[in-house]
């Protein structure tokens, strides 16, 4: 190890300053421009400690609270904010069917994770679909386009131009936490912002917002695979 306490050393020509980061796992991460004297990444390395720890720490209660996924007969998976097991068969009509259960086809065994993602995916724009057309047709908004995207750190996102993007791993939560999402980036048809009007408009759609907020807070390790 180069640098005590640093796991990832990454040197370019191109970078023209330090930069330190914890990613998913709980590594840390340091950027710096090639040039640089190891002494002095070591340095600042060290005169950021602290942060270190506070933010690997919480990196670290998260991923303890993400559960293990290995794909495997019985392992349950969410769907509206309901549990159901992952079964496999040699007689599936599909590669995988929803029917109280995930049943996936035996020859797709390997393949488990890319069939859910695939089936949440489908799902996904269907519902959310429904959903925006649900709620921009009682508040009178207007929108461009509904897409379903792969995005761990955001639930949806709004362009300018009024292209709406959902995380497919929303289908896995209840509705009424889809349903506040939707409400959310509608929302910002109006206010391009978190304005106080903004939140006021979204708290006309879904009068409990806040408890779908928290629900997203604490649940969102839930929804990671
Ligand atoms: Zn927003």
């Known amino acids: 190890m180069e640098i005590e306490g640093v796991d990832i050393l990454v040197r370019s020509p191109e970078r023209r300053t330090l930069c330190i980061m914890i990613d998913r796992d709980a590594r840390v991460c340091v950027r710096a421009p090639s040039a640089m004297p190891l002494d002095t990444i070591r340095r600042f390395v060290d005169s950021r400690r602290q942060w270190i720890e506070t933010r690997r720490q919480a990196v670290r209660e998260r991923l303890a609270r993400t559960p ?48 859910l993602v695939g089936w949440y995916e489908m799902k996904a724009e269907q519902m959310i679909g429904e959903r925006v057309k649900v709620y921009a047709d009682a508040f009178d908004i207007d929108y461009a386009g509904v897409k379903v995207r792969d995005t761990r750190s955001q639930w949806g996102s709004c362009t300018i131009d009024g292209r709406l993007s959902f995380s497919w791993r929303l289908v896995m939560c209840p ?32 009068p409990d917002y806040k408890e779908q907020q928290q629900w997203l807070k604490e649940n969102s390790p839930l929804l990671r695979f």
């Open 68 to 115: 293990v996924r290995n794909f495997t007969e019985g392992e349950s998976f969410l769907f509206k904010g309901q549990p159901y097991p992952l079964r496999f068969t040699p007689d599936s009509p599909a590669p995988i069917v929803f029917d109280r259960a995930f049943i996936i086809h035996e020859r797709y065994r390997r393949k488990a994770r890319q069939m």
């Open 175 to 206: 509705t009424r936490i889809i349903d506040y999402v939707v409400a959310h980036e509608l929302a910002h048809r109006r206010h391009m912002n978190h304005s106080q009007a903004f939140w006021l408009l979204v708290e006309k759609m879904r």
